[in-house]
């Protein structure tokens, strides 16, 4: 596949991203042209002495060693020029031996940053084919925290290897939310979760903001194979709703004039990795719940 690298570079200004569409894993040259934040060696120059500079594009060759390569990247923001090129950056990277029966892949989800704006993270996630929304784990497994001071760079490569550990107890994970049957007030309980994270202004104490959409919507299913009723399933159509946007609604204004509306995507590296989080343990709950009644 064929990218307008000149287009891309363009938009980094205003925040930018990337992502596989062919299958074929991300090449340098095509990372480099839409974020180039991830091949900094050193720190921006706001940053003191004191201020360890972890090279992204490093760590990435030991993962690419390991057989991980990188499928999607994002780029956060800058309005601070020269500071593109540092700021704060996500790569999501799968191992292709590491997979499921059913086309879900383990994932290493990278963010850093060598504006200060972010700690060095690695953190457990999952990729489902079907839909190709990736999500990331919640607090059940290892994540690995590096700060930008002394031995960082060391510290990251051996984190790496704490969560490549995780990638079986992911796998038991998911394998156990497919186990788990949930009747149509569970499923619809998950959504008005979601609904609320994704939302939050529509439940404001003080002059609340309509949502552009029901909770209901978050539950519906884009695709036939989508209809089953376990958690897994339940928990994946949420979550792409929630995250990957573009659901039609109708909203009323204080005048009373309905007004169409079509939802976001969550393109933010922070509030794609919390809502990412938040859904994950919401299912953990749930089929917590779920197995307790069951017992």
């Given at each position: 596949m064929s990218y307008n690298f000149s287009r891309f570079s363009r938009a980094i200004k205003a925040g930018s991203t990337i992502a596989s569409r062919n299958g074929e894993a991300l090449t340098d040259d095509q990372l480099r042209a839409v974020v180039p934040s991830i091949f900094a060696n050193e720190a921006h120059e706001s940053?003191?002495?004191?201020?360890?500079?972890?090279?992204?594009?490093?760590?990435?060759?030991?993962?690419?060693?390991?057989?991980?390569?990188?499928?999607?990247?994002?780029?956060?923001?800058?309005?601070?020029?020269?500071?593109?090129?540092?700021?704060?950056?996500?790569?999501?990277?799968?191992?292709?031996?590491i997979r499921n029966d059913a086309g879900q892949a383990f994932e290493i989800v990278l963010v850093n940053a060598n504006d200060g704006t972010s700690a060095y993270q690695m953190i457990p996630g999952f990729f489902r084919f079907v839909c190709a929304n990736g999500l990331m784990t919640g607090d059940t497994f290892n994540e690995v925290k590096v700060r930008h001071s002394g031995n960082a760079v060391s510290d990251v490569i051996e984190g790496a290897y704490t969560v490549l550990n995780d990638a079986p107890r992911v796998a038991d994970q998911v394998r156990r939310f497919q186990s788990i049957t949930l009747q149509d007030n569970e499923r619809a309980a998950l959504a008005e979760a979601a609904h609320v994270l994704r939302f939050p202004a529509a439940y404001a104490e003080e002059a609340p903001t309509a949502a552009p959409i029901r909770a209901a919507e978050l539950i519906r299913p884009r695709r036939s194979e989508d209809r089953a009723t376990d958690l897994w399933t339940a928990f994946n159509v949420v979550q792409e709703n929630t995250i990957k946007g573009g659901l039609r609604g109708r909203t009323v204004d204080e005048n009373g004039r309905v007004r169409r509306s079509t939802t976001r995507e969550v393109a933010g590296i922070d509030q794609n990795r919390a809502l990412n989080r938040a859904l994950w343990v919401l299912a953990e709950r749930m089929g917590e719940i779920k197995t307790a009644r069951a017992a």
């Amino acid at each position: 596949m064929s990218y307008n690298f000149s287009r891309f570079s363009r938009a980094i200004k205003a925040g930018s991203t990337i992502a596989s569409r062919n299958g074929e894993a991300l090449t340098d040259d095509q990372l480099r042209a839409v974020v180039p934040s991830i091949f900094a060696n050193e720190a921006h120059e706001s940053r003191s002495a004191r201020f360890v500079c972890v090279p992204t594009f490093q760590v990435l060759g030991g993962l690419r060693a390991e057989g991980f390569e990188p499928f999607q990247a994002v780029q956060a923001r800058s309005r601070i020029e020269g500071k593109a090129e540092f700021t704060k950056h996500m790569l999501r990277l799968r191992h292709r031996s590491i997979r499921n029966d059913a086309g879900q892949a383990f994932e290493i989800v990278l963010v850093n940053a060598n504006d200060g704006t972010s700690a060095y993270q690695m953190i457990p996630g999952f990729f489902r084919f079907v839909c190709a929304n990736g999500l990331m784990t919640g607090d059940t497994f290892n994540e690995v925290k590096v700060r930008h001071s002394g031995n960082a760079v060391s510290d990251v490569i051996e984190g790496a290897y704490t969560v490549l550990n995780d990638a079986p107890r992911v796998a038991d994970q998911v394998r156990r939310f497919q186990s788990i049957t949930l009747q149509d007030n569970e499923r619809a309980a998950l959504a008005e979760a979601a609904h609320v994270l994704r939302f939050p202004a529509a439940y404001a104490e003080e002059a609340p903001t309509a949502a552009p959409i029901r909770a209901a919507e978050l539950i519906r299913p884009r695709r036939s194979e989508d209809r089953a009723t376990d958690l897994w399933t339940a928990f994946n159509v949420v979550q792409e709703n929630t995250i990957k946007g573009g659901l039609r609604g109708r909203t009323v204004d204080e005048n009373g004039r309905v007004r169409r509306s079509t939802t976001r995507e969550v393109a933010g590296i922070d509030q794609n990795r919390a809502l990412n989080r938040a859904l994950w343990v919401l299912a953990e709950r749930m089929g917590e719940i779920k197995t307790a009644r069951a017992a």
